[in-house]
Every structure is written in C-alpha cells, then in structure tokens.
C-alpha cells in the first residue's frame, strides 16, 4: 500500500462557495480532482470522485432555486479512509420540478450512492439540502483535519479556501485551466495563466497567514481575474520577486495583463487579470 505524500499531512480541506450554474460544476470537479490527487486517491477513485461531484452539484442547479441563481457551498475534508464531500443548498429542496423527467433525479441520487463508500441526504421543502457523501482513497490515507471556515458566496465570483497552502498547486492549476478555456482565452494565453499561477503555487507555501489560502475567482466575459491571500506581512513582494528571471532580465508577472499586491486588513493579496483577445473584425 502506497504510502501518502508527507506533505499531506497538514492538510486540513476546501471550502468552496460559487453561484449555481451548470457551467460552474466544473470548477467544483476541478477543484476536488486536484485535492483527491494530491493526497493520494487513484484513478478509478478520482473518477468515481468526478461523476458524484458533477450529479450531486447538477442537482442543486437543477431542482435548488427553479432555473435562478442562488449559492452551492462544497466542503471536503480528507481523513485516514478517505475524502468527505459536503454539498449544500440553501434553495426549495431537492424534489422533482413539473418540466423534468423524475426518473432522472432518481437516477443521480442512485448513481452517488452506488459509488459512494457512504450517503446521506437531508433537508426539506424550502429549507435546503445537504449532501454527504465519502469516497475512499484506495491505497491512501491523510490525516484528520477540519473544514476551513466558510467562505460566503458573491453574485460573480468562485470563493474556494484551500485549509492548507501546500495543496494550493494541483487546485489552482485546475480551476484556472477550466476558468480560463471556458472564457476561449487563446492557447498561449491559458498556458501562461497556468505558467503563473503554478509559479505562485510553488513560491506561496509559508507565505499565508495561519497556513489557509482564500482565492476570489471572477469569471469575466472579457477574460479572468484571480485573487489570492491573505499574506503575512511582506509576503506577497516576497512572492513577487520570487516570479522574476534573472537569466532573461524579466520577470514572469508580465505573462499576465495585469499583476498587483493589494493591501487589505486581514493582510496582503495578490492580484491578476488575464484578458481575452479582441474579436476579429
């Protein structure tokens, strides 16, 4: 049996909070693959991991607020058998709507029990749901750990917290990949997004306060915009100069549109934009 990466070991969850749309279930899957990676679950469990997360999601922007938009709030937790998902709605509840075949929400609550190691489901009319559902490793094991708080939901913007800064690499990586191919940012664009941000990635561990990474992610119809902190004191220059390359005279913050360090109360952040291409004439 494999062992876990030592790195792991602090890991503590996700937190994400995102507005209800079917395009934004991806973002969810992203999210969760990377984490379910990095401490360890195999293919055919991350693959398991992908279908539940996409039914269970699917659902809440299906039947949760009649076609409207309203809050999805996911939480992971890894422990010593596996990875526990949270999924929540605050909307009418989980039931049949008249313009939608029943046999298909029967079919998706069926479908994550079937691939689910344990379920649960509860709620109540107008009173939301809540999912629960565990995963298991398959050769892996992480240590105990609790949620990071919640984060609360905006009208345009994916919130996630990362519970460790050590997981923030495979995470990232797949958020702005979809984010980014989602707003038909060019190919050269998406792979300097993803040069960048990995580059954080790797420059960021130590750098947070209290070891726990809030990323803002507004997806733009003109392009993407990230924000990630808060930072010990200083730490977001350190990152900054951290991204420069001596050997060509430049630095790789000019590989997005826009590169800043924004102070805030609870500490620094760091922000980027990357634009889309005009359309042709």
Known sequence: MADVPSKTEEASGLSIALPARAANVAVVRHALAGLAEEIGMDEPGVADLKTV????????????????????NVEAVPDTEGLEIVIRDSGSGIR????????????????????????????????????????????GGAREGGPPAPVETSTDATEIVVGSSELLSPILARVVGALAARRELALDQISDALLLTDAIADAAPGRFRNGEVRLALADREKGLELRLG??????????????SVPDVGGTLEALADEFAVEGSEDGDYVAIRFSAPAPAP
């Open 230 to 243: 808060p930072m010990e004191d200083g730490g977001a220059e350190l990152i900054r100069g951290e991204l």
């Open 53 to 72: 997360v996409t039914e269970a999601c699917m659902n809440v922007v299906v039947h949760a607020y009649d076609g409207e938009p309203g809050p999805l």
């Open 96 to 139: 049949p709507r008249a313009d939608i075949e029943q046999p298909s929400l029967r079919l998706g609550l069926s479908l994550i029990a079937a691939l689910s190691s344990s379920f649960s489901i509860s709620g109540g009319l107008d009173r939301g749901t809540e999912i629960q559902m565990r995963l298991p490793l398959h050769g």
